[in-house]
């Protein structure tokens, strides 16, 4: 039997999604958790892989077991084992043609930022921080630019295993409430570091340091040297995976109203 999770999680304290042999990553929390709940050990395929600080909201996740539990089971006898900041948030059934990666039709991200003169402190590793004021329209023209699919080579990591540079990036919504701003980046993949070295650019617009025709010259250079350094991961989350509406997987947790 297939089944598919619905995963938050506060990265702060974790090295990132991906196991790695020291065993301080959400994935291995998640895999223990899951084996001990079911008894036997077990291995999870995830939508898209956070760095570490990166937060998630709905991670999805699939796995194969030969236990017969209710949906409902998995997830309150998982989060008996998983700590405090880690949550499964819905189980389903699914056919065993779906992969949690390979079927997904896009990807969301959203960052959350304070604009302030000081630092914040309640909001320490879950909002990036600007200290100087921000244009929200010289961002928007800026992001308008990146609309489309293109090679994002000049927005990628020297660490990306992706195969292609290559993506299509559906929509970039930029809003304010307060001193709070949400960035919210809609894909069909993303690059590793490709979301937090575009708002490095889209930031270094809004504070007036670069023109918004700036971010063109940076897509077309494909050099990363040209583009900003790469931001904060404190204030960014996975908002999740979309799949098929056929599917009926939920696209949202309860964790997506918290956010500003």
């Known amino acids: 039997m297939r089944l598919a999770l619905g995963i938050s999680y506060r990265g702060s304290a974790y090295q990132g999604w991906q196991s790695q042999p020291g065993g301080r990553t959400v994935q291995d929390s998640v895999e223990r958790a899951l ?18 600080g990166v937060h998630a909201l709905n991670q999805v996740v699939h796995l ?3 236990i017969e539990r209710a949906p409902f089971s998995w997830v309150r006898g998982s989060n008996r084992y998983l ?3 880690i949550a499964v948030q819905w189980c389903q059934p699914v056919d065993d043609a779906f992969h ?6 896009g990807r969301r991200y959203a960052y959350v930022l304070r604009e302030s003169p000081v630092r914040p402190a309640l909001e320490q590793g879950l909002a ?5 004021r921000l244009d929200g329209d ?26 292609s540079p290559v993506k299509i ?26 979301v937090r070295n575009i708002m490095g650019c889209l930031l270094a617009v809004g504070a007036g340091t670069r023109p918004p ?46 956010l500003p």
Do not use: K
């Not at 308008?144 to 992706?162: M, P």
């Not at 250079?221 to 799949?243: C, E, K, M, Q």
């Open 35 to 52: 084996s001990d709940f079911a008894a036997v050990p077990l291995r999870v395929m995830c939508a898209g892989r956070t760095d570490a």
């Open 64 to 66: 194969d077991c030969t």
């Open 83 to 85: 700590p405090h900041d």
């Open 100 to 105: 949690a990666r390979n079927s997904a039709l």
């Open 128 to 132: 990036g921080w600007s200290f100087r």
């Open 138 to 163: 010289a961002m928007r023209a800026a992001a308008a630019l990146l609309i489309g699919e293109h090679d994002f080579s000049a927005f990628r990591s020297a660490e990306c295993q992706a195969a």
């Open 169 to 194: 990036l559906r929509a970039i919504r930029i809003e304010s409430r307060g001193s709070y701003w949400r960035f919210d980046f809609d894909a069909s993949a993303f690059l590793h570091h490709m």
């Open 213 to 258: 025709g700036w971010i063109a010259e940076v897509l077309a250079s494909r050099d990363r040297r040209v583009a900003a350094p790469t931001f904060s991961p404190d204030g960014l989350y996975f908002v999740g995976p979309y799949y098929d509406p056929a599917l009926a997987l939920p696209d949202g947790t309860a964790a997506l109203d918290w």
